[in-house]
């Protein structure tokens, strides 16, 4: 019987002796390794903490000690050791969340994976522990580098130093990267601190464990001690914290499961907020991990253990893939463009702008707030900035959205990756807000391409605009074929009709164009005849679709975001303005959080495939149209 198998609870890894801890770790990333490979999902963050998590659970007593995970991509080691070992459908309906889930667990408090959020909630929990004169528990904050460079964290930091009586142990995993490496000046002061006073004990661990290292492991271990030389008598960098009012523990080996047990042990009897400063290495134990400096396996795919090739290869182009190479080109042919993101330089597609136009290219962190700010003061300078998160990402700048860019009416550039259903990162990741939060914004106007064509198109005109900010959305995974216009009105492109007088007006937006191309052939099998079209750009409404509208008896919108707010709600209210009556349905996302599960299962459940679309218009139709002479209102 394995080590692992023996772990139900975190008490079961508390009763094990130390000699058995560096075993069960070797078990652990053998797991990791042999499941997420199979399903998919973050290796490497995971594979970089399996020590620092044994530690903390041997220390700290889980759920009465609160543990919280920022961002919670890290929290597999965690789930394994609370008694959820069977990753068999990680992330996959029915199965295991790729993040903390309160559903799962009573080990899980947040459901976070939002980065730099954990300190609030435990700035928030040490508080009510005081007040609530609950002395026999504490509060744990597990926070990657990369987390620390959001501002929310340092907002929270400034905070939890308020009360230095307060308990709160906040354990930094320094891996030097969030998805690729940390940037900016947080990173450069961790680099500070790993040569500096704390680093005495981690030059003894370094010269007997980096000198093992094979290749790597004596140069290493040379630049730090020669770094350590340099800057030794000259910097303190640890005070920034303790200046906060914030105990410095550190730097410790992330991987010596006693140096980090110590550690820890000394945070929780300090009895005031504490920061343990562990080094660790993102991927460790996985060689091809190890050796892969876009993110060190970050997030993977199926996959094959050994090849590392895809078990299913890609059928085609990705949508970001296709933004990606475009960006490129935009480059080339508009000096003024320049891109920024916040600390998914390679997810959001713009690795190979940064390689084309490096000085024009702006990675600013887990810091979308700033990013936006930022492009606000890009747009004022004279420049055209293209601001590239994943939809779900960009609900934390609204403000700036709204006050920076808009207000100021400057000409920056929104790209969506993710936009829609996401399904197996569950309800967090799912870019189903962008389409209503969006809507209130003035001047701003929505791109929603159907294809890689009109993707090109419209990142194009959505560049071209200097006086308000524009948007471009599109969703994840792989794109279909191309979708041909067959006519255009206004800008409305026209993409099919099945009879000389339609009655039926689908209104596709974006991506779901094929859905409703499919719903549109089998309500003709039906005998109801529809015109597809796509705005294109859904804000603002066209009138040229209002005009549309009332030349038929139905109008069906069909968007991948949520119902409440949404492209349906623009169009209706459109109508409403000219004064056209025509009856309308709005098909989207239901206004909850979605279970994780594939984003194909997700759309087929809330009803955005052809034949979900065809069967709820139908639905309509029979309710709303004349059926074989009857009155429409005693249709039945």
């Not at 522990?129 to 959001?150: I, Y």
Request: net charge negative.
């Amino acid at each position: 019987m394995s080590l692992l198998s023996t772990i139900k609870e975190p008490a079961d890894l508390r009763r094990l002796p130390p000699g058995d801890l560096p075993l069960l770790a070797d078990e652990i990333r053998e797991f990791l390794i042999d499941a997420v490979t199979r399903t998919g999902g973050h290796l490497g963050p995971n594979l970089g903490v399996v020590e620092l998590t044994i530690a903390v659970h041997r220390v700290f007593d889980s759920p009465r000690d609160r543990i919280l995970w920022d961002t919670g991509h890290q929290a597999y080691v965690h789930k394994l050791l609370t008694g959820r070992q069977d990753f068999s459908r990680l992330r996959g309906r029915g199965g295991v969340s790729g993040y903390p889930s309160r559903a799962e667990s009573e080990h899980d408090l947040i459901e976070n994976s939002h980065a730099s959020t954990a300190l609030g909630y435990a700035d928030g929990i040490a508080k009510a522990n005081q007040l609530l004169g609950r002395t026999d528990r504490h509060t744990v904050a597990v926070v990657g580098d990369g987390a620390l460079t959001g501002g929310m964290a340092w907002e929270a930091l400034n905070n939890i130093a308020e009360a230095g009586d307060r308990p709160l142990v906040i354990v930094v995993n320094d891996n030097e990267r969030s998805y690729a490496r940390t940037i900016g000046g947080l990173a450069h002061h961790l680099a500070t601190l790993r040569t500096t006073r704390g680093y005495e004990r981690f030059l003894a661990w370094g010269k007997e464990a980096l000198q093992r290292t094979p290749i790597v492991g004596q140069p290493i271990f040379g630049a730090l001690h020669g770094a350590k030389k340099g800057f030794k008598d000259a910097f303190a960098p640890q005070g920034m914290f303790e200046d906060l009012g914030l105990k410095y523990i550190g730097p410790i080996d992330g991987h010596d499961i006693a140096a980090v047990e110590q550690a820890l042990r000394r945070a929780r009897h300090f009895g005031g907020p504490v920061i343990v400063h562990c080094i660790t290495q993102k991927g460790r134990g996985y060689r091809p991990a190890e050796q892969d400096e876009a993110d060190r396996f970050h997030a993977v795919g199926a996959m094959d253990p050994y090849t590392c090739l895809p078990v299913s290869p890609s059928a085609g182009q990705s949508w970001t893939s296709v933004f990606g190479a475009e960006m490129v080109e935009l480059g080339r042919d508009r000096p003024d463009v320049v891109a920024i993101t916040a600390a998914m330089l390679q997810p959001v597609g713009l690795g190979g702008f940064a390689e084309a136009h490096p000085d024009r290219t702006f990675d600013v962190g887990i810091a979308e707030q700033h990013a936006v700010a930022s492009a606000a003061g890009l747009a004022t300078g004279g420049l055209h900035p293209v601001v590239a998160v994943y939809a779900t990402f960009l609900n934390r700048a609204f403000d700036q959205v709204l006050m920076d860019v808009a207000l100021h009416r400057l000409g920056v550039t929104f790209v969506l990756d993710r936009a829609g259903v996401t399904g197996n990162d569950g309800a967090s990741h799912n870019g189903m807000w962008d389409l209503s939060v969006l809507q209130v914004v003035p001047g701003l106007r929505l791109a929603a391409p159907r294809d890689a064509e009109q993707l090109r198109t419209q990142l194009r005109e959505a560049v071209e605009v200097s006086d308000a900010p524009t948007v471009l959305r599109f969703p994840k995974g792989n794109l279909g074929p191309a979708v041909p216009a067959i006519a255009r009105v206004g800008g409305v492109d026209v993409l099919a009709r099945t009879g000389p007088a339609p009655e039926i007006l689908l209104v596709a937006v974006g991506a779901m164009a094929p859905a409703c191309l499919d719903a549109a052939a089998l309500l003709a099998a039906e005998g109801f005849t529809a015109t597809v079209v796509d705005p294109r750009w859904v804000r603002p409404v066209d009138p040229a679709l209002v005009k549309l509208a009332a030349a038929h008896r139905l109008v069906v919108t069909v968007e991948d975001n949520g119902r409440t707010g949404g492209v349906g709600s623009a169009v209706a209210q459109a109508m409403r303005d000219a004064g056209v009556d025509t009856p309308l349905r709005d098909l989207g996302i239901p206004q909850e959080f979605l279970a994780h599960a594939g984003r194909g299962e997700i759309l087929e459940e809330i009803g955005l495939t052809g034949t979900g679309v065809a069967a709820q218009t139908a639905v309509f139709a029979k309710q709303l149209l004349t059926i074989r002479g009857a009155n429409p209102h005693n249709a039945g």
